[in-house]
């Protein structure tokens, strides 16, 4: 069985992770790194190519005895499918056709799901970007290992067996540690996989099948490519959560090995992760990185100092406490008047929004004029004590690090209607400087479909006349009737 792993704990740590520190101090001293924020145009052609090459296999491979097929698995159609999960990967940050485009984007990803036989776009994405908000947490970030792997794999050829079933976990752990309710669009990609699936095994049989679904696995078992799974977050140095690799597989993998670079940047494609070590090497080069993955997965079975307990883990709840006391006094730290985790969740794809082109509203927004930072601290700390009534989302310019949009939803809470809740959009503000950059309509749009979410059975919102048109976009209407009458204290 080989030696015993020392550890039989994570490492626990009661600090922010690391990037977003990172991020801020980069793109203050290089704000040139914003230019690299941007779709990789190339990465739809590279996904077609890939899924192409696997499709032309199925020509050869359903003629050849099953240990060609085997071998061909593991070599060719192991490799290409680990790369088509890295392409989901780069997919799932919108880094094919960018944020405006999310349904573009999650049909791309369908498609490059197709030669990896089990369907796994969709819900990777919901899972994997936890995994960047809440790096670490111990109940959000399910690419830590669970405890049954810690405990039940901690010797050397324990370890040898868990790389190999690697993937399994991966693909059965947040089924487990963290449960999600199942989307249309996980469905929409359900239905997909399996008719490609069926279609595959009647015209090319059972070896083609075979290919491609024990491929995925051996692709993303022990292969030299999955170096990258152990590389990225086990700590092989104390204190160190995050790695780089830097040599030639990442020429097969959209740089995913930029590992450091991609977690503080992840809406910079793997494309342009170079450049951002290049902009800024003095954050880069004196970091631990790796050169290769195969030693990566050499030392992590052999030390007997590492394994699946190897990685950094934090109790939210530490951490939530910390935020808020030095939120405002630090004047820059994050502190959440809801759990942002209810933004992830909102169907972009799924619902009817409001279309994005060039055009935008015309009209000047005044930014309100908080003289007071006590006085603004004060109704923030009320506001959060009334948990579920207040969503306010602002929009950051992470360059100047400073708001420049803000919306906020007031969800009220009514005896009719057997109990139910309305909502009330208010203080929609857009920084005059920021006009024609849509960024109006992302803020309705977040709101609109954030009221539908929190459970809201109509929700409204007063505008000026010549606003109507604009809000109308978003499916408001002026209801027969139905008057806005007040009686204002404050001249305006």
Not at 35 to 49: A, E, G, I
Not at 236 to 262: A, C, D, M, R, W
Not at 410 to 431: L, P, T, W, Y
Request: contains cysteine; glycine residues 6%; neutral net charge.
């Amino acid at each position: 069985m080989g030696a015993r792993v020392s550890r039989e704990d994570y490492e626990w740590v009661y600090t922010e992770e690391p990037h977003a520190t990172r991020r801020k101090e980069i793109m203050a001293k290089y704000p040139q790194i914003k230019k690299l924020m941007r779709p990789d145009p190339n990465l739809k052609y590279k996904v077609l190519f890939l899924v192409t090459l696997q499709i032309l296999a199925m020509s050869v491979i359903s003629s050849q005895s099953w240990m060609v097929v085997f071998l061909m698995a593991y070599v060719f159609g192991g490799t290409i499918n680990h790369s088509l999960n890295l392409a989901i990967h780069e997919i799932a940050h919108n880094l094919a056709f960018g944020h405006s485009r999310p349904l573009a984007n999650r049909i791309l990803g369908m498609i490059a799901n197709l030669p990896i036989g089990v369907p796994i776009s969709v819900s990777f994405k919901k899972y994997h970007l936890e995994h960047h908000r809440y790096q670490g947490d111990e109940k959000k970030d399910v690419d830590i290992p669970s405890d049954f792997e810690g405990r039940m794999f901690n010797r050397t050829f324990s370890k040898l067996i868990w790389v190999i079933l690697q993937p399994y976990f991966y693909a059965f752990r947040p089924l487990f540690i963290r449960p999600m309710p199942v989307s249309t669009l996980e469905i929409v990609n359900f239905i997909v996989q399996v008719t490609f699936d069926v279609l595959v095994y009647k015209y090319f049989g059972i070896k083609a099948i075979f290919y491609f679904i024990q491929g995925t696995f051996l692709g993303t078992g022990l292969h030299p490519l999955s170096g990258h799974f152990i590389s990225e977050h086990y700590m092989f140095i104390k204190g160190q959560e995050t790695y780089s690799y830097y040599g030639p597989l990442n020429l097969l993998t959209f740089n995913v090995g930029y590992h450091n670079e991609h977690h503080d940047f992840p809406s910079i494609p793997g494309c342009r992760l170079p450049e951002v070590k290049k902009i800024a090497p003095e954050y880069y080069d004196n970091l631990p990185h790796y050169d290769s993955w195969v030693k990566v997965i050499y030392d992590f079975i052999t030390d007997p100092e590492i394994g699946p307990y190897s990685r950094v883990r934090r109790n939210i709840k530490e951490s939530d406490e910390k935020k808020i006391d030095y939120c405002f006094s630090n004047g820059f730290e994050e502190c959440h008047l809801f759990d942002p985790q209810i933004l992830q969740d909102l169907g972009f794809e799924d619902e009817k929004c409001a279309s994005y082109k060039p055009e935008i509203l015309n009209k000047t927004q005044k930014e309100g004029d908080y003289n007071s930072l006590n006085l603004l601290s004060e109704r923030f700390q009320l506001m959060k004590s009334q948990p579920n009534l207040y969503y306010t989302v602002v929009i950051e310019d992470t360059v100047t690090n400073q708001v420049v949009g803000s919306a906020t939803l007031v969800k009220e809470m009514h005896f009719i209607r057997q109990c139910a809740s309305r909502g009330r959009i208010e203080d929609v503000v857009v920084n005059s400087s920021y006009q024609g950059k849509q960024l109006g309509k992302l803020l309705v749009d977040v709101l609109t479909l954030l009221s539908k979410k929190v459970g809201c059975y109509k929700v409204s919102l007063e505008c000026l006349d010549k606003m109507v048109p604009f809000y109308s976009k978003f499916g408001y209407v002026k209801e027969e009737g139905q008057n806005y009458m007040c009686r204002r204290y404050i001249p305006k």
